[in-house]
T-cell receptor, first 113, second 115 residues
Framework: GDSVTQMEGPVTLSEEAFLTINCTYTATGYPSLFWYVQYPGEGLQLLLKATKADDKGSNKGFEATYRKETTSFHLEKGSVQVSDSAVYFCALNPLDGNNRLAFGKGNQVVVIP | EAGVTQSPTHLIKTRGQQATLRCSPI?????VYWYQQALGLGLQFLLWYDEGEERNRGNFPPRFSGRQFPNYSSELNVNALELEDSALYLC??????????????FGSGTQLSVL
Protein backbone atom coordinates (compact mmCIF):
# COMPACT_ATOMS: atom_id res chain seq x y z
CA GLY A 1 0.00 0.00 0.00
CA ASP A 2 0.89 3.66 0.02
CA SER A 3 3.49 4.57 2.60
CA VAL A 4 6.03 7.17 3.63
CA THR A 5 9.49 6.52 5.07
CA GLN A 6 11.45 9.11 7.03
CA MET A 7 15.04 8.82 8.19
CA GLU A 8 15.42 7.27 11.62
CA GLY A 9 16.19 9.13 14.80
CA PRO A 10 16.15 12.71 16.09
CA VAL A 11 18.14 15.47 14.45
CA THR A 12 20.21 17.79 16.62
CA LEU A 13 21.99 20.74 15.09
CA SER A 14 23.30 24.19 15.92
CA GLU A 15 21.58 27.45 15.09
CA GLU A 16 22.23 28.63 11.50
CA ALA A 17 23.16 25.10 10.37
CA PHE A 18 21.72 23.49 7.24
CA LEU A 19 18.84 21.08 7.80
CA THR A 20 17.86 18.13 5.63
CA ILE A 21 15.21 15.58 6.54
CA ASN A 22 14.83 12.73 4.08
CA CYS A 23 11.45 11.44 2.97
CA THR A 24 10.73 8.75 0.42
CA TYR A 25 7.36 7.38 -0.55
CA THR A 26 5.66 4.40 -2.13
CA ALA A 27 2.47 5.01 -4.06
CA THR A 28 0.69 3.39 -6.97
CA GLY A 29 -0.51 6.61 -8.54
CA TYR A 30 0.46 10.27 -8.42
CA PRO A 31 0.01 11.40 -4.84
CA SER A 32 0.10 14.86 -3.35
CA LEU A 33 2.95 15.29 -0.87
CA PHE A 34 3.07 17.31 2.33
CA TRP A 35 5.29 18.28 5.21
CA TYR A 36 3.59 18.91 8.54
CA VAL A 37 5.21 20.38 11.64
CA GLN A 38 4.24 19.77 15.27
CA TYR A 39 5.51 22.29 17.80
CA PRO A 40 5.60 21.24 21.47
CA GLY A 41 2.12 20.94 22.94
CA GLU A 42 0.38 21.77 19.68
CA GLY A 43 -1.36 19.95 16.86
CA LEU A 44 0.11 19.42 13.42
CA GLN A 45 0.32 22.36 11.03
CA LEU A 46 0.79 22.18 7.30
CA LEU A 47 4.26 23.48 6.48
CA LEU A 48 4.32 23.03 2.70
CA LYS A 49 2.92 20.88 -0.08
CA ALA A 50 3.49 19.80 -3.67
CA THR A 51 0.88 18.28 -5.92
CA LYS A 52 2.81 17.13 -8.98
CA ALA A 53 6.26 16.06 -10.09
CA ASP A 54 8.98 18.73 -10.01
CA ASP A 55 6.78 21.07 -7.94
CA LYS A 56 8.66 22.85 -5.16
CA GLY A 57 6.80 23.64 -1.98
CA SER A 58 8.19 26.41 0.23
CA ASN A 59 7.27 28.19 3.43
CA LYS A 60 9.14 29.91 6.30
CA GLY A 61 12.49 29.24 4.62
CA PHE A 62 11.77 25.52 4.24
CA GLU A 63 11.70 23.87 0.81
CA ALA A 64 10.93 20.46 -0.62
CA THR A 65 10.84 19.30 -4.24
CA TYR A 66 8.58 16.49 -5.50
CA ARG A 67 10.98 14.08 -7.23
CA LYS A 68 9.06 11.38 -9.04
CA GLU A 69 12.18 9.66 -10.40
CA THR A 70 13.55 9.07 -6.89
CA THR A 71 10.12 9.01 -5.15
CA SER A 72 11.41 11.55 -2.67
CA PHE A 73 10.29 14.77 -1.00
CA HIS A 74 13.23 15.81 1.17
CA LEU A 75 12.81 18.83 3.44
CA GLU A 76 15.57 21.45 3.56
CA LYS A 77 16.28 24.73 5.28
CA GLY A 78 19.43 26.71 4.79
CA SER A 79 19.79 28.28 8.24
CA VAL A 80 17.75 26.92 11.14
CA GLN A 81 16.68 28.85 14.23
CA VAL A 82 15.93 27.66 17.74
CA SER A 83 12.25 28.28 16.99
CA ASP A 84 12.40 25.56 14.31
CA SER A 85 12.70 22.92 17.04
CA ALA A 86 9.70 20.65 16.47
CA VAL A 87 8.65 17.29 15.06
CA TYR A 88 8.40 17.15 11.27
CA PHE A 89 6.14 14.69 9.45
CA CYS A 90 6.18 13.82 5.78
CA ALA A 91 2.81 12.71 4.40
CA LEU A 92 1.10 11.74 1.17
CA ASN A 93 -2.45 11.75 -0.10
CA PRO A 94 -2.81 8.98 -2.68
CA LEU A 95 -5.80 10.78 -4.22
CA ASP A 96 -7.72 7.53 -4.46
CA GLY A 97 -10.92 9.00 -3.09
CA ASN A 98 -10.39 7.63 0.41
CA ASN A 99 -9.12 10.94 1.78
CA ARG A 100 -6.56 9.16 3.93
CA LEU A 101 -3.21 10.78 4.57
CA ALA A 102 -0.31 8.37 5.07
CA PHE A 103 2.27 9.80 7.47
CA GLY A 104 5.88 9.01 8.13
CA LYS A 105 6.95 8.40 11.72
CA GLY A 106 8.24 11.93 12.14
CA ASN A 107 11.62 13.40 13.01
CA GLN A 108 12.32 15.33 16.17
CA VAL A 109 14.49 18.34 15.31
CA VAL A 110 16.35 20.08 18.13
CA VAL A 111 18.19 23.30 17.35
CA ILE A 112 20.79 24.34 19.91
CA PRO A 113 21.68 28.03 20.34
CA GLU B 1 -11.75 32.25 14.29
CA ALA B 2 -11.44 29.22 16.54
CA GLY B 3 -9.37 26.30 15.34
CA VAL B 4 -10.11 22.63 15.80
CA THR B 5 -10.82 22.00 19.47
CA GLN B 6 -10.55 18.70 21.27
CA SER B 7 -11.60 17.62 24.73
CA PRO B 8 -10.50 16.50 27.15
CA THR B 9 -6.82 17.35 26.89
CA HIS B 10 -5.87 14.35 29.00
CA LEU B 11 -7.83 11.23 29.85
CA ILE B 12 -6.80 8.45 32.21
CA LYS B 13 -8.65 5.14 32.13
CA THR B 14 -8.09 1.58 33.24
CA ARG B 15 -8.11 -1.54 31.12
CA GLY B 16 -11.59 -2.63 30.04
CA GLN B 17 -13.16 0.81 30.45
CA GLN B 18 -14.59 2.96 27.69
CA ALA B 19 -13.20 6.31 26.55
CA THR B 20 -15.03 9.10 24.73
CA LEU B 21 -13.08 11.80 22.96
CA ARG B 22 -14.66 14.89 21.43
CA CYS B 23 -13.77 17.17 18.55
CA SER B 24 -15.21 20.42 17.21
CA PRO B 25 -14.10 21.29 13.67
CA ILE B 26 -13.41 24.73 12.32
CA UNK B 27 -16.64 26.57 11.57
CA UNK B 28 -17.76 25.72 8.05
CA UNK B 29 -15.77 22.50 7.83
CA UNK B 30 -17.86 19.38 7.18
CA UNK B 31 -15.15 16.70 7.24
CA VAL B 32 -13.60 15.37 10.43
CA TYR B 33 -10.70 12.93 10.62
CA TRP B 34 -9.33 10.98 13.57
CA TYR B 35 -5.71 9.83 13.85
CA GLN B 36 -3.86 7.88 16.51
CA GLN B 37 -0.32 9.00 17.32
CA ALA B 38 1.28 6.22 19.33
CA LEU B 39 4.84 6.47 20.56
CA GLY B 40 7.24 5.33 17.86
CA LEU B 41 4.50 4.56 15.34
CA GLY B 42 3.75 7.92 13.80
CA LEU B 43 0.20 8.87 12.88
CA GLN B 44 -2.23 6.11 11.97
CA PHE B 45 -5.50 6.95 10.22
CA LEU B 46 -8.56 5.92 12.22
CA LEU B 47 -11.77 7.39 10.77
CA TRP B 48 -13.13 9.96 8.35
CA TYR B 49 -16.57 11.52 8.70
CA ASP B 50 -18.23 13.84 6.25
CA GLU B 51 -21.76 15.25 6.34
CA GLY B 52 -22.63 12.97 9.24
CA GLU B 53 -21.55 9.74 7.60
CA GLU B 54 -18.52 7.50 8.04
CA ARG B 55 -16.65 7.65 4.73
CA ASN B 56 -13.54 5.64 5.46
CA ARG B 57 -11.97 3.60 8.23
CA GLY B 58 -8.41 2.62 9.03
CA ASN B 59 -7.10 -0.77 10.14
CA PHE B 60 -8.42 -0.66 13.69
CA PRO B 61 -10.69 -3.14 15.50
CA PRO B 62 -14.44 -2.47 15.76
CA ARG B 63 -14.10 -1.34 19.38
CA PHE B 64 -12.90 1.94 17.86
CA SER B 65 -16.01 3.74 16.67
CA GLY B 66 -17.38 7.20 16.37
CA ARG B 67 -19.98 9.47 14.97
CA GLN B 68 -20.50 12.94 13.57
CA PHE B 69 -23.31 15.15 14.78
CA PRO B 70 -25.51 17.53 12.72
CA ASN B 71 -23.28 20.44 13.78
CA TYR B 72 -20.30 18.48 12.35
CA SER B 73 -18.66 17.92 15.72
CA SER B 74 -17.50 14.36 16.31
CA GLU B 75 -16.97 11.76 19.00
CA LEU B 76 -14.47 8.93 19.05
CA ASN B 77 -15.36 6.02 21.31
CA VAL B 78 -12.94 3.33 22.34
CA ASN B 79 -14.47 0.35 24.10
CA ALA B 80 -12.77 -2.36 26.15
CA LEU B 81 -9.60 -0.30 26.49
CA GLU B 82 -6.27 -2.06 26.21
CA LEU B 83 -2.88 -0.84 27.37
CA GLU B 84 -1.71 -0.36 23.78
CA ASP B 85 -4.52 2.14 23.18
CA SER B 86 -2.45 4.67 25.13
CA ALA B 87 -1.66 7.39 22.59
CA LEU B 88 -2.32 10.93 21.48
CA TYR B 89 -5.55 11.06 19.47
CA LEU B 90 -5.63 13.84 16.95
CA CYS B 91 -8.68 15.24 15.24
CA UNK B 92 -8.48 17.21 12.01
CA UNK B 93 -11.00 18.98 9.83
CA UNK B 94 -11.26 20.15 6.25
CA UNK B 95 -13.83 21.95 4.22
CA UNK B 96 -14.92 19.20 1.89
CA UNK B 97 -14.40 15.83 0.34
CA UNK B 98 -12.18 16.84 -2.55
CA UNK B 99 -9.27 18.27 -0.71
CA UNK B 100 -6.26 17.33 -2.75
CA UNK B 101 -5.12 20.91 -2.53
CA UNK B 102 -6.81 21.86 0.70
CA UNK B 103 -5.29 22.18 4.09
CA UNK B 104 -6.02 19.72 6.86
CA UNK B 105 -6.32 21.55 10.19
CA PHE B 106 -5.38 19.62 13.30
CA GLY B 107 -6.39 20.03 16.92
CA SER B 108 -3.91 19.71 19.80
CA GLY B 109 -5.09 16.22 20.64
CA THR B 110 -6.33 14.16 23.57
CA GLN B 111 -3.67 12.21 25.43
CA LEU B 112 -5.26 8.92 26.46
CA SER B 113 -3.47 6.88 29.09
CA VAL B 114 -4.68 3.37 29.86
CA LEU B 115 -3.43 1.93 33.14
Amino acid sequence: GDSVTQMEGPVTLSEEAFLTINCTYTATGYPSLFWYVQYPGEGLQLLLKATKADDKGSNKGFEATYRKETTSFHLEKGSVQVSDSAVYFCALNPLDGNNRLAFGKGNQVVVIP
Amino acid sequence: EAGVTQSPTHLIKTRGQQATLRCSPISGHTSVYWYQQALGLGLQFLLWYDEGEERNRGNFPPRFSGRQFPNYSSELNVNALELEDSALYLCASSSGQHWSNEKLFFGSGTQLSVL
